[in-house]
């Protein structure tokens, strides 16, 4: 992902808590998602955020900045499991209710005991 | 039960041949894309579909083609116009865009296909 940037690689404490940030372009953006990524298998949609604030679903957050094309996703309380790359995703309007995803190269979490 | 479907999900194929990876939904989304993915790299995307017989080419659309005769599938064929074929290939849909200026519906994706070229 040209426009998008996030940390390549971070390693936390299970039972810790973690967050990843991800700056963005900020032209045409329409909205900021988040996937989780084991290795070697397909990603799976976490969170999406479209206005500024914090969106909560269990013991994950996503925050949104649009002033300043940033977002953080927050892990709590780690579990081993959590174990896996996390991409940040920016949607923008390809026009005729076209969206098109620009995805950033993913963090790869690393959970130790 | 609802889902993507990608076949198979491992797929070996020799420099110079064409080959084409499948990709069906039974979740009635109306919008199919094609990503690949290298490693250390994001996804990266080759071609979309909106609706029924209508694409548009992704960042990396050169040594690729689609089809959309249905709704339920978006069929990619790797050329051997393709430079570096060797990836993993995820398929995604999701629905339509809400409206106008409405935030879009996330995308699922199906399992990958790991294609190896050599």
């Known amino acids: 992902g040209q426009n998008i940037d996030q940390p390549t690689e971070m390693t936390a404490t299970e039972g810790a808590i973690v967050q990843i940030n991800c700056t963005y372009q900020?032209?045409?953006?329409?909205?900021l998602f988040w996937y989780q990524q084991h290795a070697g298998e397909a990603p799976t949609f976490l969170s999406y955020?479209?206005?500024?604030g914090l969106e909560e679903k269990g013991r994950f957050s996503s925050f949104l900045s649009r002033s300043k094309g940033y977002s953080y996703l927050l892990l709590k309380e780690l579990q081993m499991k959590d174990s896996a790359s996390y991409l940040c995703?920016?949607?923008?309007?390809?026009?005729?209710?076209?969206?098109?995803?620009?995805f950033g190269k993913g963090t790869k979490l690393s959970v130790i005991p | 039960d609802g889902g993507i479907t990608q076949s198979p999900k491992y797929l070996f194929r020799k420099e110079g041949q064409n080959v084409t990876l499948s990709c069906e939904q039974n979740?009635?989304?109306?919008?199919m894309y094609w990503y690949r993915q290298d490693p250390g790299q994001g996804l990266r995307l080759i071609y979309y579909?909106?609706?029924?017989?209508?694409?548009q080419k992704g960042d990396i659309a050169e040594g690729y083609s689609v089809s959309r005769e249905k709704k339920e599938s978006f069929p990619l064929t790797v050329t051997s116009a393709q430079k570096n074929p060797t990836a993993f290939y995820l398929c995604?849909?999701?629905?339509?865009?809400?409206?106008?200026?409405?935030?879009?519906?996330?995308?699922?994706f199906g399992p990958g296909t790991r294609l190896t070229v050599t």
């Open positions: 995604a849909s999701r629905l339509r865009g809400r409206g106008p200026e409405q935030p879009p519906y996330e995308q699922y």
């Open positions: 900020t032209s045409g953006f329409n909205g």
């Open positions: 955020n479209v206005l500024d």
């Open positions: 995703a920016e949607s923008k309007d390809s026009g005729a209710g076209s969206y098109q995803l620009t």
């Open positions: 979740l009635n989304h109306d919008a």
């Open positions: 579909s909106q609706i029924v017989n209508d694409f």
